[in-house]
């Protein structure tokens, strides 16, 4: 029976392909879209990438790979218990969960090596040309720099409904810069996409050029529902998923957990009994049963709201909203909180993120000064020869601090550490891999 919550509008692919289709073609578009996914040079990157911990630091931590595969699983699972319960969905009206797998495998592509503060460091090297953000960098991945072909072009030609799935934020980077009292400006930290993939956001949304403008908080509400289930389902994923891998690292233990709640002075009663089963979980060594159930428990706490919005009439995709149960949204909220202060905050991963964010900047200042300038011809080839015949095509210094910055995005932790070895370690040999 065909599923009659999706329509030609939501399936629409931009821009339109100019190859044929296979006629034996026996998959969905959607499901087409996972598998394009799943087997790109993009994809198998984030198992090198690292999640929490460096990646290849220790075997059994979760890389950016293993994160999003299980948001996917958790997001699909969140379609097929939707299916099943929710009053506003039936057999042939409801939520795609191949489509909602795919966005899922695909949210975090766009981000760079070395955790979060490689997407601070790169956003903060980058705001004189247009900023740096792990979702816009996803959307510029699938949109333009995956699967270059023959004749010229490149993208995977995403279907409106799969595009309009990652794109978690809508606002552009020139919509959030804001002006202070004395002239200056303050850029935003992320939660945005590039100026030049306004063509993107109106494509998703099926909006004109008379289209009316929003506020950049209202740009970012506007989520698809597979893009909400998304959302929830990452959340669900790094806020028990985390705690556990810092367990296992020994970030978190009895007495740091201990010393954490003590310290607090807002937990209510029932987080503080959280904290209590989480402590005695940990004494039995239970705590990676009990933590991964409650993802489970994920699963089950949404359920589905009709609304109206803008966009509600073009497509059902953005006429309900995902409500997630409140008690179940604190638990999430609280295990964030204790992987942040106990995991993020602590002297070593500081430690770790430093060096991060100090390799990305000197890899960052020697391909500007070499490439930056477009009407200086480059002194020396940094670049591999794909990478720079791209950037050798800009004819902008923002062209060109934009493709230094897609080189450096792409990177593993492993190929960042090595590629500044060459550049700055005297004692460091050749090696014949490139980036």
Not at 9 to 32: C, H, K, M, V
Not at 281 to 302: H, K, M, P, T, W
Not at 405 to 423: E, H, N, S, V, W
Request: charged share 25%; with cysteine.
């Amino acid at each position: 029976m065909a599923n009659q919550f999706y329509q030609d509008y939501d399936l629409q692919r931009f821009p339109p392909p100019t190859y044929a289709g296979n006629p034996d073609e026996y998959r969905s578009a959607f499901q087409i879209e996972r598998d394009r996914i799943i087997f790109s040079y993009p994809f198998r990157r984030l198992q090198s990438k690292t999640q929490v911990f460096q990646s290849g630091e220790y075997d059994f931590y979760r890389t950016r790979l293993t994160h999003s595969i299980e948001v996917a699983k958790i997001g699909r699972s969140i379609c097929g218990y939707l299916r099943a319960r929710s009053p506003l969905l039936n057999e042939s009206f409801y939520i795609d969960a191949d489509l909602t797998e795919a966005v899922g495998l695909a949210h975090d592509l766009g981000h760079p090596p070395f955790g979060h503060i490689g997407e601070r460091k790169l956003n903060e090297l980058m705001q004189p040309h247009g900023g740096f953000e792990g979702n816009g960098q996803t959307l510029r991945i699938l949109s333009e720099l995956i699967y270059d072909r023959p004749d010229g072009t490149s993208g995977m030609n995403p279907t409106r409904a799969f595009l309009d799935g990652v794109m978690k934020y809508k606002a552009l980077f020139s919509e959030c810069v804001a002006s202070t009292a004395d002239g200056s400006q303050t850029f935003p930290d992320n939660h945005f996409i590039y100026d030049d993939q306004e063509q993107w956001r109106k494509q998703a949304l099926g909006m004109d050029d008379s289209s009316a403008q929003f506020p950049p908080e209202q740009w970012n509400a506007y989520k698809s529902i597979e893009c909400q289930i998304m959302d929830w389902a990452d959340d669900s994923a790094y806020g028990f998923n985390d705690v556990i891998d810092g367990i296992h690292a020994r970030y978190i233990t009895v007495s740091s957990l201990e010393d954490w709640a003590e310290r607090q002075q807002n937990l209510d009663p029932e987080q503080d009994q959280l904290c209590r089963k989480l402590l005695a979980s940990i004494r039995d060594g239970s705590f990676e049963r009990r933590l991964s159930a409650r993802i489970g428990r994920c699963v089950q706490a949404v359920s589905l709201e009709a609304v109206e919005t803008p966009f509600s009439t073009q497509t059902h995709r953005h006429a309900f909203r995902l409500c997630i149960d409140p008690e179940m949204e604190q638990h999430v909220a609280l295990f964030k909180r204790i992987a942040i202060d106990l995991i993020f905050q602590s002297a070593q991963i500081q430690q770790i993120e430093f060096k991060g964010g100090f390799i990305l900047t000197r890899l960052f200042n020697a391909m500007a000064e070499n490439y930056g300038d477009p009407k200086r011809v480059p002194a020396l080839h940094l670049l591999p020869p794909a990478s720079e015949h791209l950037l050798l095509a800009e004819t902008t210094v923002k062209g060109r601090h934009r493709r230094i910055c897609d080189a450096l995005a792409a990177l593993t932790d492993g190929q960042a550490i090595r590629t500044y070895k060459r550049l700055f370690d005297p004692e460091f040999g050749s090696i014949t891999e490139l980036f």
